[in-house]
């Protein structure tokens, strides 16, 4: 059965520094999203990305963040100047479309990020 | 802005007991999905329900979509140990282009 993966499955980085996630979504896949999930806490949603734009984000997903899709296969999340509070599981997920029965979302196994 | 609440937090059932989980969003939903997360795992889809009042079952469990499509249950019966974990529901607004809210989970723990 296709998945969604991810790398690395664990990054620690210093504060301030720069961090790409990566993602390859499931091959027949338009949707695609980042999401993450503090210790202990719910998924947050951060942005869905659809035709090489971002169609949605939420508050969190400031400046500081920017996603990408640099080839056919790979969708990347990228932290610009890391904080403290950016520590967490970030999770790509991938859809055929963005509603209906096609609109179910399969996540990857996820990529935590400790900022130090 | 939109939120979809979820209790109980915690469930904690002896194996054999009934479990349910309830969500309630403060708008209208197109869709509810339900996902469960095993310690240290990944969201895994386990349903998306889009029909008012719909009902759907997968062997022991039961998922309900509320008339008004702002509330929604997941009812796990004769719970087992493999059911541990947390489950989550996340809707889908209207006119969302795919943003799931998520509810904060319920986490389940089954005595053996």
């Known amino acids: 059965e296709p998945e969604v993966t991810q790398t690395p499955s664990h990054q620690v980085t210093q504060m301030g520094q720069e961090v790409i996630l990566r993602c390859v979504p499931i091959?027949?896949?338009?949707?695609f999203y980042w999401y993450r999930q503090i210790l202990g806490q719910k998924v947050e949603f951060l942005v869905s990305f659809y035709n090489n734009e971002i169609s949605e984000k939420s508050e969190i997903f400031d400046d500081q963040f920017s996603v990408e899709r640099p080839d056919g296969s790979n969708f990347t999340l990228k932290i610009r100047s890391t904080k403290l509070e950016d520590s967490a599981m970030y999770f790509c997920?991938?859809?055929?479309?963005?509603?209906?029965?096609?609109?179910?979302?399969?996540f990857g196994p996820g990529t935590r990020l400790l900022v130090l | 802005g939109q939120q979809v609440m979820q209790i109980p937090q915690y469930q904690h059932v002896q194996e054999g007991e009934d479990f349910t989980t309830y969500c309630n969003s403060s708008?209208?939903?197109?869709?509810i999905q339900w996902y469960k997360q095993r310690p240290g795992g990944h969201p895994v889809f386990l349903i998306q329900?889009?029909?008012?009042?719909e009902v759907k079952k997968q062997k022991r469990l039961t998922f309900q979509f509320g008339e008004a499509k702002k509330n929604s249950s997941l009812h796990i019966t004769a719970t087992q140990t493999t059911d541990v974990g947390t489950y989550f529901c996340?809707?889908?607004?209207?006119?969302?282009?795919?943003?799931?809210?998520f509810g904060k989970g319920t986490k389940l723990s089954v005595k053996p």
């Open positions: 997920a991938s859809s055929s479309t963005s509603g209906g029965a096609g609109g179910t979302q399969y």
């Open positions: 708008t209208t939903l197109s869709n």
């Open positions: 996340a809707g889908r607004r209207v006119g969302s282009q795919g943003n799931l809210i």
């Open positions: 329900l889009v029909k008012s009042g």
């Open positions: 091959s027949n896949h338009l949707y």
